[in-house]
């Protein structure tokens, strides 16, 4: 059974920094993809960053420049390292892990943005 835990939301001020972790357990295989999504209220769930097994990043346009994904296999872990955050990153983060098309997700880690 895989597990997914995040970590290292909280409230920040606009400009401020943020690193989310999500550490994975259970019966991992070698080959997946992991990312993050983000929900804010009234919206719809939005793709912020991925990254392949072998380090292809892609990340959506609002984040492109601010935000960093990077993987540690050894650990099982993604990293989602935020930098000047913005009100409108206020949000739910969910880790993932993709095996072809079996997802497993975790429970979510809020990031509030705010002065």
């Known amino acids: 059974q895989v597990q997914l835990v995040e970590s290292g939301g909280g409230l920040v001020q606009p400009g401020g920094s943020l690193r989310l972790s999500c550490a994975a357990s259970?019966?991992?295989?070698?080959?997946?993809?992991m990312g993050w999504y983000r929900q804010a209220p009234g919206k719809q769930r939005e793709s912020v960053a991925t990254?392949?097994?072998?380090?292809?990043?892609d990340y959506a346009d609002s984040v492109k420049g601010r935000f960093t994904i990077s993987r540690d296999n050894a650990k099982n872990t993604v990293y989602l390292q935020m930098n000047n955050l913005k009100p409108e990153d206020t949000a739910v983060y969910y880790c993932?892990?993709?095996?072809?098309?079996?997802?497993?997700w975790g429970q979510g880690t809020q990031v509030t943005v705010s002065s």
């Open positions: 993932f892990i993709r095996r072809l098309t079996t997802m497993y």
């Open positions: 259970g019966n991992i295989f070698s080959i997946y993809t």
């Open positions: 990254i392949t097994s072998v380090g292809f990043r």
